[in-house]
């Protein structure tokens, strides 16, 4: 078992910068993939970034490429994702999601076996 939980968004300006966080409990952070996932009112949640349980490589959407980046601290047991350059299509709820299969993490979401809460992030013109 994997908890999850969220936390970091908001209401932020266009061109502004947001950190989200998901610390995790259960199961050996260290052992498993973790992604963040979003989704906009009226859309189909979509793949953001992913990263390793090592933190070693990491994967984003096109869409975000550039602007955003995931880590982890495995010590801590949180995952991150630093948004910058936000725009208003960033807005939605972004999910944290743990990925618990062996090999890379993946794009998928009916590969993650464990999601958090969500956290709203507003992003105004």
């Known amino acids: 078992q994997v908890q999850l939980v969220e936390s970091g968004g908001g209401l932020v300006q266009a061109r502004g910068s947001l950190r989200l966080s998901c610390a995790a409990s259960?199961?050996?952070?260290?052992?498993?993939?973790m992604g963040w996932f979003r989704q906009a009112p009226g859309k189909e949640r979509e793949f953001v970034a992913a990263?390793?349980?090592?933190?070693?490589?990491?994967y984003y959407a096109d869409s975000v490429k550039g602007r955003f980046t995931i880590s982890r601290d495995n010590a801590k047991n949180t995952v991150y994702l630093q948004m910058n350059s936000l725009k208003p299509e960033d807005t939605a709820v972004y999910y944290c999601?743990?990925?618990?299969?062996?090999?890379?993490?993946?794009?998928?979401?009916?590969?993650?076996?464990?999601w958090g809460q969500g956290t709203q992030v507003t992003v105004s013109s």
């Open positions: 990263i390793w349980w090592s933190g070693g490589s990491t």
């Open positions: 259960g199961r050996t952070f260290s052992s498993y993939n």
């Open positions: 999601a743990a990925d618990l299969r062996v090999g890379p993490p993946s794009r998928v979401i009916t590969s993650y076996d464990y």
